[in-house]
């Protein structure tokens, strides 16, 4: 009989509900969730082909220990043996998680717990620290609190949509979607595209600003003088709820109009459209995403636009606020569980003693990490120094996405002890591993994600685990009772740990932060099955919360105030006589990251099946390079060898390729190798956009 199940898609942090149907021979079929408040039934060609990509070619479906098939027993008590041997040598800090977006958050949950309260060390940091760290660094500046203030309802309610450093169209397609059929019912929704490329996404949009690479700083610190000189400042909101005008206000009175044209290279008119569109219009929406995030100075960016929606008042409306888009179908679960080195769990934060009480005594947990971990670009410098002795990686290949990639690979292979949790056998990464664990993939595994509008929702099983693989929540829990710490890791089932979660969010601090589900802290398990997607906060007594925050203030900081933040331009320009061109790094419609299974769709890798690098065609003429010949990009780091693709998308002087292609899709053709660990200074984020590197036609030698 054939069986429908109500999951979440695992790609992107849209996070729309998908309807799998197994027929009775287990053929898969997928369809949109008309009941999923993310996607009311839409699905991008990425969601569409999720059935395509469940074959069990490639899978890793025993433990290994140094490439042996071993036994699960004699797979946990080599890790737990080896991670203890380490701490006992070492010391806590000398271990280390390296995990993953893709992670449920029960996965994410039992990790941190694992690491910071019982092995009593940070170490444990997340692929999303690549995707979305500065926002959360500039959530908490400003409203000392990681809260994303509005909904996706938001950019169907707003009349201005900017578009920031986000390629909406191929990166959060369904959105994007939304975002369309909104413009095309309501001509007069204005849409802003501030981007260095002409992406898909300025397609629907009104004025594309063409803005140098790194350059939003400057041109948000020129909006936050112009809505001040014009008038456009709720004073009330200002004196009632914020804090800071003043200072920024004085740091934004040393960048004049003529600044902002010169640092951003935009045309005086786009320029002044676009501040004359933000200050006389009421109901604006920001959104950003990678182009803000990956940055040396993502930090600064988020908050220049978090100050122009403060001194606007304009938050927490609806069709009104800041909005961060994150990249991963769980970025946002993690961050709620802590699965970041520098945060601790439900929100609280690790270095405040209050906070590590609170969170040790509802573990009761022997120890509790008493200082921040080492984030992913140190993580991996740890490894590479000795520093980090012992290595846990789930569920994500650093090898093909951190930043110097060659240098990550060096490290991984150097490092004493690496266990590898995957769903596949021959990943980049995993081929370095001591140990490696198969790990329950997409339709196999169940817990909760969370999706960029905070909205929790089911990934749910509908086919049985392959071989010997297990939850990753499981793993790490077995590795947990065999350090010792039998009670605390005694989960039999996700929903547990769901419940646990819960709890923790609600202890001893009801209604003072902004993550609280308590509402769900005695769920039944059969309350757990069939959840429905629904909004945080949700606290005890309170179901139904509300679904925006800051309209009228009640920040978290202590005084109850938002901080505006004087922030102010650096310098952005890298490029040099040597390496003369400026790339930057993203992603392409059909691909999922490092490709390990969006690669197993041939309707996807149709899109576009080759790695490329974009050139402008003045660009290409004067290297000497004709459309599709063979270049080589270098940059201090590494080299990686690409085709061209000369387009007038591209702006001169600037290149982009795609991060997506490993070496087992394409030789050499890892861009990551290129990326230099430059980070942000406070939330450790890579500069992932803005890389100087020498661009030539290959000659084979
Ligand atoms: Fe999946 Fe994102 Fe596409 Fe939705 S928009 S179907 S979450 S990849």
Redesign the pocket.
């Known amino acids: 009989m054939e069986k429908e199940v109500k999951t979440t ?1 695992p ?2 942090g ?3 509900g998908v309807i799998a149907t197994v027929d009775d021979n287990g053929a898969v079929a997928v369809r949109g969730d008309a009941d999923h408040p993310a ?1 009311f039934g839409r ?2 060609s ?2 569409s082909a999720l059935a395509e990509t469940l074959d069990l070619d490639g899978r890793l479906l025993h433990p290994e220990i140094d490439g042996c098939q071993a036994g699960w027993d004699e797979a946990l008590d080599l890790v737990a043996a080896r991670f203890a041997e380490t701490i006992a040598e070492h010391g806590p800090d000398s271990v280390a998680f390296y995990v993953s977006g893709q992670l449920l958050t029960e996965d994410y949950y039992v990790a941190n717990k694992l690491m910071k309260g019982f092995v009593g060390s940070a170490n444990i940091d997340t692929n999303s620290r690549l995707c979305m760290s500065s926002s959360v660094a500039g959530h908490r500046r400003a409203f000392g609190s990681d809260t994303v203030p509005g909904t996706y309802e938001d950019l169907e309610l707003a009349d201005l949509v900017v578009l920031t450093g986000s390629n909406l169209a191929w990166c ?3 959105l994007y979607q939304r975002l369309a059929a909104a413009k095309a019912k309501r001509p007069g929704l204005k849409i802003v595209l501030i981007d260095p490329r002409r992406t898909m996404t300025a397609d629907i949009a009104d004025l594309h600003l063409a803005i140098r690479p790194d350059a939003d700083v400057a041109l948000f610190v020129g909006l936050f003088s112009h809505l001040v000189s014009s008038n456009a400042v709720d004073q009330n909101y200002v004196a009632a709820h914020t804090a800071g005008f003043g200072d920024t206000l004085l740091a934004a009175g040393g960048v004049s109009f003529d600044d902002v044209l010169e640092r951003t290279g935009l045309p005086a008119m786009q320029l002044r459209e676009f501040y004359r569109l933000f200050s006389t219009t009421e109901k604006v929406v920001t959104c950003y995403s990678q182009g803000v995030n990956q940055s040396s100075s993502g930090t600064d960016k988020v908050n220049a636009i978090l100050n122009c929606h403060l001194a606007t008042g304009r938050i927490g409306r609806p069709g009104m606020g800041p909005f961060s888009l994150t990249g991963q179908p769980n970025a946002m679960g993690g961050r709620e569980v802590g699965g970041l080195a520098n945060m601790l769990a439900a929100h609280m934060a690790i270095e405040d003693a209050g906070d590590r009480d609170r969170v040790q005594r509802f573990w009761r947990s022997p120890k509790i990490a008493e200082k921040p971990g080492l984030k992913a670009v140190d993580l991996f410098r740890a490894v590479a120094d000795g520093r980090v002795k012992a290595l846990w990686i789930m569920a994500t290949n650093p090898v093909v996405s951190m930043p110097d990639a060659d240098a990550v690979e060096a490290a991984i292979r150097a490092c004493p002890f690496v266990v590898v949790s995957d769903i596949l056998k021959e990943t980049d990464t995993a081929r370095h591993a001591h140990v490696l664990l198969p790990s329950l993939g997409w339709g196999e595994k169940s817990g909760t994600v969370t999706n960029s509008e905070r909205r929790i929702s089911r990934q749910r099983a509908f086919l049985a685990a392959p071989g010997e693989a297990r939850a990753d929540w499981w793993q790490l829990a077995e590795v947990g009772r065999r350090l010792g710490h039998t009670d605390a890791f005694a989960y039999e089932a996700p929903a547990a740990i769901f419940r646990e979660h819960a709890a923790l969010s609600a202890f001893e601090n009801a209604g003072s932060r902004d993550f609280d589900i308590g509402a769900y802290a005695d769920l039944a398990l059969e309350d757990y099955d069939g959840l429905t997607p629904f909004q945080w906060p949700q606290r005890q007594g309170q179901k139904r919360a509300e679904s925006r925050f800051f309209a009228a203030g009640n920040f978290y900081h202590a005084d109850g105030r938002g901080r505006f933040v004087a922030v102010r331009p650096a310098e952005t320009d890298r490029t040099n006589a040597d390496y003369p061109f400026t790339l930057n790094t993203g992603r392409i419609r059909d691909q999922w990251h490092t490709m390990t299974r969006t690669g197993k769709s041939a309707r996807l890798s149709a899109h576009i099946a080759e790695p490329f690098a974009e050139l402008h065609p003045r660009d290409a003429m004067e290297i000497g390079v004709g459309n599709a010949d063979l270049i080589e990009i270098e940059s201090p780091e590494g080299k990686a060898f690409v085709r061209a693709l000369i387009t007038e998308r591209q702006a001169r002087g600037s290149i982009f390729a795609p991060m997506h292609w490993n070496d087992q899709f394409a030789a050499k053709a890892r861009i990551d190798v290129l990326v230099p660990p430059i980070t942000d200074r406070l939330s450790g984020q890579p500069a992932s956009k803005n890389i100087a590197v020498a661009a030539r036609k290959f000659k084979a030698t």
Do not use: R, T
């Open positions: 898609c790609y992107c849209v996070g729309c996607n699905l991008c990425k969601g959060h397609p369904v």
